[in-house]
């Protein structure tokens, strides 16, 4: 029998067992460059001939017909223009090899142009300029959606980077706990399998809960509902398609990954926005091809915030946020100054006693935030149940007093330990791992 095998576009190898040293993966990501293997059956299934295409075609009912069929869809339908070739070291075909045909960057290979949930059916001849010799192989699918995470802070103002994992496949240690989550990842791949990155990429940061009267997810209507995910997906991707005001990113590829480096201000949620179909200009070939990536969480201070104060009276600062610990500090400055600048504040003393004003700090001391978290609550979170569709949070203790509807939950993405290892030891885990952990962490929502 035929088997369709989706790899890394770097080097479909094999081993002495014919299995990939890398991979395989169930599903390719949009816009990236993937490599294929065709193992052929024995007894002639392949030519020692480079006359060998593959074609991708429309899913339909008739590329199940019998190969013999003359109404077979790898015969009659036209290639798919959704799939292209990229130009690399040869020709499109698999190599001469009679086991098996490859197609990667020593030869050619392919890259989707559609976004996420698409699907292809594969049609192989080994005579190309023969129609009725086409017959069905596999199917090609896009990832369901991208492993998006933060390799940093993200806090707004400061340096900081996004990054989308690649090289994930199902055939990495399941990330649950028990027997039954187990299985159950077993029976449902990851929705974030895919491919290594090989092609830089740039990106766009649109706000997302802020900035604009209403905010984007008020128009949408999704704070007061949960989006259904086509449907989301779809009305994001036009968001991002139909922007042109918000500032363009480059990317790396690094170890499989694609990272993009950011200062992000000002805080709040924002949609990352994607295209990696790049012109000689490295700009999106077309704003069709912008896909939405995700949300990410931006720590910080929400903008815009007023004080009225009486004068010569101790008062009480509420900042409200997103992802505020008790490292953060504020400081207040004269109006004419910048926040960064070092004003002299002899008018304002900080840290003062509700009672005896001798207890203040005169001049510019900066002011500790006391946030709601674990270590004033007492609550914590001391296990996570994840699986393909859902994570589950167990709390030590009772939160319905604690937690309000729109709040944002933060973890120290120190203290996560997936499959017993500590995520920030990049040498132990995997890429799945730790794209599980920035999920959990709060820095990618």
């Known amino acids: ?18 299995d990939l040293s890398v991979g395989p993966y169930l599903r390719i990501i949009p816009h990236q460059r993937f490599g294929l293997i065709l193992k052929c059956p024995p007894d002639g299934g392949c030519d020692n001939t480079l006359n060998n295409r593959l074609r991708f075609v429309k899913p339909g009912w008739n590329n199940d017909l019998p190969s013999w069929h003359a109404k077979h869809g790898c015969k009659t339908s036209a290639a798919s223009e959704s799939i292209e070739w990229v130009t690399s070291g040869g020709d499109t075909d698999g190599g001469d090899q009679l086991g098996h045909k490859v197609w990667d960057n020593r030869r050619r290979p392919a890259r989707a142009t559609l976004g996420f949930d698409e699907q292809w059916d594969v049609c192989f001849s080994n005579i190309f300029w023969s ?27 400061t340096p900081g980077s996004l990054v989308l994992y690649g090289g994930i496949a199902t055939l990495h240690p399941p990330l649950a706990v028990n027997g039954t989550d187990a299985q159950r990842e077993a029976l449902n791949p990851s929705p974030y399998e895919g491919q290594s990155y090989s092609d830089a990429a740039v990106m766009k940061l649109l706000a997302y809960d802020r900035s604009l009267s209403p905010p984007l997810q008020d128009r949408l209507g999704y704070d007061r509902s949960k989006p259904a995910s086509k449907r989301f997906q779809a009305q994001m991707d036009m968001q991002c398609q139909l922007d ?11 170890n499989g990954s694609l990272i993009a480096e950011f200062a992000p201000r000002p805080a709040g949620v924002v949609a990352i926005c994607y295209c990696a179909l790049l012109d000689v200009h490295r700009t999106c070939r077309d704003a069709a091809k912008w896909l939405f990536a995700g949300l990410m969480t931006i720590r910080g201070p929400r903008g815009g915030q007023e004080w009225v104060f009486p004068t010569n009276l101790p008062v009480r600062l509420t900042v409200y946020g997103w992802g505020l610990s008790n490292q953060d500090e504020l400081r207040i400055a004269p109006s004419s100054e910048i926040c960064s600048g070092d004003p002299a504040l002899a008018d304002v003393r900080t840290s003062c006693s509700a009672t005896r004003d001798r207890y203040c700090s005169i001049g510019d001391s900066p002011i500790g935030l006391q946030p709601r978290d674990a270590s004033t609550t007492q609550v914590f979170i001391h296990r996570v149940y994840t699986g393909p569709l859902r994570s589950i949070l167990e709390f030590s203790g009772p939160v319905q007093d604690l937690i309000n509807p729109g709040d944002i939950i933060t973890l120290d993405l120190g203290s996560i330990l997936v499959n017993g290892k500590r995520v920030l030891d990049r040498v132990a885990t995997l890429p799945a791992e730790r794209h599980e952990a920035y999920r959990l962490s709060g820095e990618y929502e």
């Open 131 to 157: 129609p009725e010799s086409f017959f069905k192989v596999g199917v090609l699918q896009t990832t369901h959606t991208m492993a998006l995470g933060s390799a940093s802070s993200g806090f707004a103002g």
């Open 244 to 254: 042109v005001a918000s500032p363009v990113l480059a990317s790396h590829v690094q």
């Open 1 to 18: 029998y035929w088997t369709l095998l989706i790899c890394d576009a770097d080097e479909c190898s094999m081993d002495d067992a014919g």
